[in-house]
């Protein structure tokens, strides 16, 4: 047969080799719905465990919130539960378009497209907007999607420095001789939490006859004052051509993503996007939850504003034990350890203390930049997070890395 020992003992031994490595991900089976508190089975046979959750994209805390859950049912019932094709055969309900206007005008954007993920959103974007005789100019940062989606685009690719405006004016005026320029980052930075220069990168833009797109998944629906994203945040609502973004996080947490943009960038994503033309469409469970979602998050920013507050507190909170915390205003807050068997021992000793959450290492971030990303949501109460703080503080003085620098860290642990 084609699967031979050959081929078998060199999958175990590159296993074997990420084992080693301390690179090894493990899955943990989680036995509620996700919350702030949830039952965890970790090892997998070990006792259920119930853990306050910090590292969920679960931002506004509407995963299972009651009315999303209703308007799910709804949907389900009256929808039923897929749709067996594609959007432009026999895929397209009239509940898929009521959710792309009501995110058009959430986003304050001329038209939206629904992907089945943002992951697919950006793999078919590039492609359509840009050609062999055009120019790709990204942060070096930005998400493992818009890398893949810029691989399948025929247009020169270019990158510049993280958020530096000097490195992209280089780049800009490097590529004068394009058709067509297009300067591509993340909103929210999702391993560090930075918040992307949108402002500056807009003059640029408009200084070199460019077009600017972000994917805000890890902004729409509270970074702003109205929870609209990292365009509202920069006050440059009116400026960004085309925005990718996910159903998948703070708005729900389910599944999907969307296209929001220029109205011609949206029909050319119509016509011509693979991943749209070739994937089912969203179910109709998803739409008809994403629709509630979107409406509560209209109606109102209490969640937005609780997260924000939630943020300021556990960063101040984090950086007064001690623990080298990635600056930003983010709710997302990375605790930096460097070495990758630290993050996860760490990792795991957090877990004993009623603390669920998951170190990254490299692949997932550069190697030496390990760490624990903790993620803060609308649904921790302050008791929450004094007792991840309490628990952080603790697992830190075991290893002795409280007021410790990145170098000393090092020194202790290697990279």
């Known amino acids: 047969m084609a699967y031979s020992e050959k081929a078998k003992s060199f999958y175990e031994n590159e296993l074997k ?61 009256e929808r039923g539960y897929g749709l067996s094709s594609v959007r432009f055969i026999c895929g397209t309900q009239d509940i898929h378009r009521e959710l792309e206007n009501k995110l058009s005008a959430f986003l304050g ?137 996910t159903l998948g996080k703070a708005l729900g947490g389910a599944a999907g993503g969307c296209v929001s943009g220029k109205k011609e960038i949206v029909e050319m994503c119509r016509q011509r996007a693979r991943p749209y033309l070739f994937s089912n469409t969203v179910p109709p469970v998803v739409v008809a939850a994403a629709i509630k979602v979107v409406d ?42 460097y070495n990758a068997k630290l993050a996860q021992d760490v990792a795991r000793d957090l877990y004993e203390e009623g603390i669920y959450v998951v170190g990254f290492f490299f692949p997932v971030v550069p190697q030496g930049q390990a760490r624990i990303r903790t993620q803060i949501s609308a649904d921790h109460e302050k008791e929450h997070l004094d007792n991840a703080i309490t628990a952080f503080t603790k697992i830190g003085e075991k290893y002795k890395i409280l007021s410790k620098k990145k170098d000393e860290i090092i020194a202790m642990y290697g990279m």
């Open 17 to 77: 080799g990420i084992r080693q490595g301390g690179l090894f991900k493990e899955e943990r089976y989680i036995k509620s719905q996700q919350a702030a508190k949830i039952r965890v089975e970790y090892p997998i046979g070990a006792p259920i465990k119930d853990v306050l959750n910090f590292c969920a994209n679960n931002y506004l805390g509407l995963s299972s919130h009651p009315e999303v859950i209703a308007a799910a049912h709804k949907g389900l019932d």
């Open 109 to 245: 954007m001329e038209d939206t497209l629904l992907f089945p993920s943002c992951m697919e959103a950006n793999a078919g974007l590039f492609d359509v907007m840009l050609d062999k005789d055009d120019a790709m100019i990204a942060d070096r940062l930005v998400h493992a999607s818009i890398v893949d989606g810029m691989r399948l685009c025929k247009a020169q690719l270019y990158n510049y420095k993280h958020s530096d405006m000097a490195h992209l004016e280089e780049k800009l005026q490097e590529t004068q001789h394009c058709r067509l320029r297009l300067i591509i980052t993340d909103g929210v930075f999702s391993m560090d939490g930075d918040i992307v220069k949108l402002d500056k990168i807009c003059e640029l833009a408009e200084k070199y006859d460019a077009m600017v797109m972000v994917d805000d998944s890890h902004a729409t629906g509270f970074i702003g004052k109205h929870g609209r994203g990292t365009h509202e945040h920069c006050g440059v609502m009116d400026k960004v051509d085309v925005i990718t973004t």
């Open 296 to 337: 509560l998050i209209s109606e109102s920013t209490d969640r937005r504003d609780k997260l924000e507050e939630n943020t300021k507190y556990f960063r101040e909170k984090m950086i007064n034990a001690g623990l080298d915390i990635k600056k930003g205003e983010s709710p997302i807050v990375p605790v930096m350890l």
